[in-house]
């Protein structure tokens, strides 16, 4: 299965991401998909090594958490039905078209928001 999480900066989308992934690797094999090109700040990539003790794979921008703005993507990725994917994605028109490269045949997409954002608060 593919989870989506999407959702405005600052909604805490990376997070449920995050522990999305942690509880399903409990019961299956993990890999989870930093393809937030939008916000820099927040990166899935901040808990590689807390995947690494879970043994969830991960697939992100390889230029993310170093000095370099490039959203540039540098992998395949491929649906596996009996693994788990988890993607974390950026909610604007941005970050909708990184989805667009991809043909996803299961899915299930989650768009967080976080009423106690002032951006989000209506």
Same mark, same amino acid.
């Given at each position: 299965?593919?989870?989506?999480?999407?959702?405005?900066?600052?909604?805490?989308?990376?997070n449920i991401a995050?522990?999305?992934?942690?509880?399903?690797?409990?019961? @299956?094999?993990?890999? %989870?998909?930093?393809? +937030?090109?939008?916000?820099?700040?927040?990166?899935?990539? !901040? #808990? $590689?090594?807390?995947?690494?003790?879970?043994?969830?794979?991960?697939?992100?921008?390889?230029?993310?958490?170093?000095?370099?703005?490039?959203p540039s993507i540098?992998?395949?990725?491929?649906?596996?039905?009996?693994?788990? @994917?988890?993607?974390? %994605?950026?909610?604007? +028109?941005?970050?909708?078209?990184?989805?667009?490269?991809? !043909? #996803? $045949?299961?899915?299930?997409?989650?768009?967080?928001?976080?009423?106690?954002?002032?951006?989000?608060?209506?």
């Open positions: 299965m593919t989870y989506i999480i999407t959702g405005h900066y600052g909604s805490g989308k990376t995050v522990n999305l992934a942690i509880e399903k690797s409990k019961e @299956t094999e993990v890999t %989870v998909v930093d393809l +937030d090109i939008v916000n820099y700040y927040f990166r899935t990539a !901040d #808990f $590689k090594e807390l995947f690494s003790k879970h043994n969830i794979k991960f697939q992100g921008i390889s230029y993310a958490n170093s000095n370099l703005d490039i540098n992998f395949e990725l491929t649906e596996n039905a009996k693994n788990t @994917t988890v993607i974390d %994605v950026g909610g604007d +028109d941005e970050g909708a078209k990184v989805l667009g490269m991809f !043909d #996803f $045949k299961q899915y299930e997409m989650y768009y967080v928001f976080n009423m106690y954002r002032y951006m989000t608060k209506t």
